[in-house]
């Protein structure tokens, strides 16, 4: 499969009219230009993050460190336990996202398939959740009451299907041929076995996307967090992020800690603790990252 | 007689069907008993709209109100304003918001090398990352009267400063912008995956064929990711109302309010003071209600012209 | 055949594990997850069987007298956890506590930016820990009727020692005010001995010299500084406040000789005390110097058309670069951040507060600061098991005993009383926090102790070991003018009962959304302020006169 995207790569070299170079041009300038406005806010955030705190406060921190050192990053790594509640984060991400997944493809599959009887009813139940934004009591009231509070299922399980991944994942497995579905019918498979044997195999990226998705949405969710945990020692990262992050807006805190002021957090500590946060992820994307790359199914459809 | 046989007999067809796809139906009761649990029981809440709730009492006990709380937003001439500001706030992302990440991942499809690609899109989603909070401090900080683009306006263009964000008319394309420079590259995930599968062969036959890449674009890429856009396009038309507040709440001033308000920050406003659950939950309900009846006008249009619908 | 039976058995396990599970999720509580700290699954207020006292030495303090013929408890407290002063979890308050009243102390620190999502929702569902610090006064009136909270009135013998003072001449008439229904919900966290602290004009010292004017005593004066500073500095903007317009008004209007938005309100309401009686001030003739002095800045390029805008950060830095040069804002960010930020660009430049300006149009000299105490509440769960124990435990807090701890820690172990009676923290304690982002913060959460820790009747003595001596002197001089009246204590609003509430909020929404959609075309020119009579009356249409009304009659009552 390779070869064949390589050769196709060539092929178009070979004759490059006019058209395509400008075609070309306008795709690189495009896509150059945007790098370039997504960088520079987040290299400012680096470059102030190692700089010095009063230089920073200052506003003269425009295109290279001033003062370089790591103090910032120090006085964010001994905050207090900044490691403890990445493990957590870590946790609940492999689980939450491991059975988000699951639970996904259990539901999307069978709607996909255009032979289940009651499909259109079972997707509007389901959809219909979707309009609905019942508020944070609401789903206070339904953990608290199935005693999940300060538990892992807390976190995990009340996010566990999207509607919206859902549907997309469901577009996904439409998109199989149903001559696929047919012959393996004929050789006499069920159901189940399609779907691990052929589905899957063939939604590598689908999944990839799903997974990808709800791991990002599970780290930086802080809410379910909040709600429902209330021992710190069980804290996601994203909580102390945001305490760290908002400490200085108005809108977060209680009017005591804006009148009392204790010294602010300087802009460098919580630029720090946001690169603390992302790199995870950071670190984590490309493995998911592989399977968007044009041409990595080929073989398997044609097979 | 015959009439009793013939339902006989589609009972016994459906339970053909129903027999046959066993394993679906196994597979599929896993997540419905989670949205019954989870999602129904959570919507069932929404029933203190009808009623002065008061926890300590529990739902059942709490006073009925009736429509009290429907009557109270309906009757709220402030409203109508806050209304017309969600809607045109949704609809200024959906004209200039939705097209950018298929346009990006359209783009993105067309760089040649693993290793060039794969750097743009790292790139690109880089800023889904950064909290909201410091994303509407940079965007102040651009858009300040001295920040950078009043910089460039008055030195480079000789014009006069701006202070875009206490102009009302300025509101909407700065929520649109940060919503841009913080979500397009990540919303592009979606249809890099979509365009991934795609079979390769047709371009290559097109080539061969002596269709330009932009031609190839235009007949074979987007076809291609067609369905996922039609998917993503009708759930965005769903969630029309329902814009968060939390951004809104960074950027806007009172001097914008007047298009900056919308739903979710006036009923914020007023949670924070009186916390009013049921007034909360009233505009939930009709929230969904609106959404609802949007979802299903824009699934028919869909069906009709022969996009992939929902349902 | 075979490898087709194993994966369908596989994809039926996967299931069906999932599903039992997902059930096993729904009815059991704990799990492995929770296995990381041994007190985590004690429910609110459920006994605790750790018996465990190998930290608690019962014998070695003199404190430990009435705990032994008590069973250990265990005990649910939240709080806020403040991002600057992150509170120890095992921290010396929680220790010293468990040896005088066998209680445990379990602690849910909240971070603070979303405390207050967290306690709306745990009020609004009445599902409560033992102890709820840091509930407001709105609060208190919503959720005292629905019987969440205990009154402690039903206990007056154990919370005799809180009582005596907030009913002494002092703080009786603020407390008459924090009753709801003619009971008393919540202890007040209140001051013992502050380092006073209040929202002043702050100036550019260097700058005012190199005018050749003196310091201004009047706002006309300031303004005049201000040209003159403009004058010489003809790029940069003079002056802004945070927290954009309304908080504004806050700083400047009571200062002024008019009012409204007072100390973080985000209504128009103040009390004015030369009339005794709150007023809207926006609607009244005060309000146009006001609004006249912000207009004429903006126009004169005094005030930063940012103002609208502005978040704390952004002003720390311009103030910190000297692109500003003056600011009406808490005192102590001059010590903290400004100063000791330009003095690394320019050994010259220090702000500093003035005394409140004299207004000649509204004839007054004043200027207005945060109440006194703090208008937060401790809660007591109605449903506790353990409420005299409770009870006893928060009245303590109050007494010498409990102040010194909960302000300083162990005696002779965290700091030591010197022979005139001034207090000296251990300076092993200073020296381990001196690489903290803040002393102060760092040895206050480390001990559990103060402000933003579980203080509640507040010491902050430490602040004259390890602050910047300005801040101290500062704090001298803001005591002196309260005492010679030039600077007052913004008052509690009054009690509202259920129905008048709603009016309230009905109609402050309604008059703010008129207010704050129009204001800033005052400030910034686009209207004139000869039309400033077409938005007085909107206001007033809006129902500012019934506002007042409502207020008045509350205040009236509350007097007696």
Redesign the interface.
Known sequence: MRENSSKAVKHTKKKKSPGEKVFSAIVAVFLVFACLIVIYPIYYMFICSISDGYAVTRGEIWLYPKGVNLRAYEIALTYQSVMRSFKNSVQYTIVGTLIATIMTALCAYPLSRRELYGRGLFTMIITFTMFFDSGLVANYMVVSSLHLKNTIWALVLPGAVSVWYMIIMRTGFQSIPDALHESAYLDGANDLVIFWKIILPLSKATIATIVLFYAVGIWNAYIPGLLYLDDSAKYPLQLLLRNIVMSSSAAGSSATSVAADTAALGKNIKYAVIFITTLPILVVYPFAQKYFVKGAMVGSVKG | MPVKAQKKDTWKH?RR??W??R?????????????F??????????A?AFKN?????GLWKSKWVGVKYFEMFLNDP?FFTVLKNTIFISLWSLVFYFPVPII?AL??????G?KK???????????????T??VC??A??IF???GIINDVVVKVFGGT?T?F??DPNWFRPIYVITEI?QQA?WGS??Y??????V???L??AA??DGA???KQVLHISIPGIA??IS??FL?TM??ML?VGYEKI??LY???T??TADIISTYVY??G????N?SY??AI??F??VF??IL?CIANKAADKIGA?S?? | MKRKKISRLLAIAASVSLLAGALAGCGGSSDGASSDTPASDTSSGEESAAEDESDTQETQDSTATDASDQELITVTLMRSNSAAQPTAEDNKVVQLVEQKFNIHLQLQLIPDADYTTKRSVALASADLPDIIMGVTVDELRQYAPTGEFLNLYDYQDLVSDYLGIVQADDRAAATKTYETDGGMYGFQRLEYNRIDLAPLVALRMDRVEETGLGIPTTWDELYEVMLAIKANYPDQYVFSTRNKTTYMFGQLAYAMGSGGFPCFSSSGMYYEPREDKWLYGPTKESFVPVITFLANAYADGLLDPDYATMDKDTLHEKLSNGSLSMVVDNNSFIGRVYNPALAQVDENAMFDIIAPLESKENGTKRALRYERDWTEFTCVNADTKYPERIMELLNWMYTEEGRMVTNFGEEGVDYTVEADGTIKTNPDLIAEHQNDADVFSGIQGALGVGLLSLGEYIDEALYAEVSDPIFIEQGQQIREWTQDGDINYNPAVPYFNTEEQEEVTELQQAIQNVFAAEIESYINGQKSLDDWGSLVEKLESQGTERLEELFNAAYERSKG
């Open positions: 459906v069907k129903l046959k796809s394993y679906l139906y196994l597979m599929l009761l896993i997540p419905l008993v989670y949205f649990i989870f999602k129904y029981g959570s919507i069932g809440w929404l203190i709730f008061n926890a300590k009492a402030y990006l783009m993105i499809n067309e760089v040649k693993t690609k794969k750097f743009v899109q790292t790139v690109t989603y880089l800023p889904y990352f950064i909290s909070v410091v401090n940079l102040m900080y300040a009267t001295d400063a202070s964000m206490s420079w590259g995930i979606i890099l995956a979509a365009l991934s599968g079979d390769q062969d371009y290559e080539s061969i330009s890449r932009w369905p996922i998917i993503q759930l769903g969630r329902n709440l960074l001033t009172g001097a309010y007047s406003r007023r924070l003071i009186d916390a659950y909360g939950a939930s309900i929230q969904a959404s609802l979802i992939t929902l349902w």
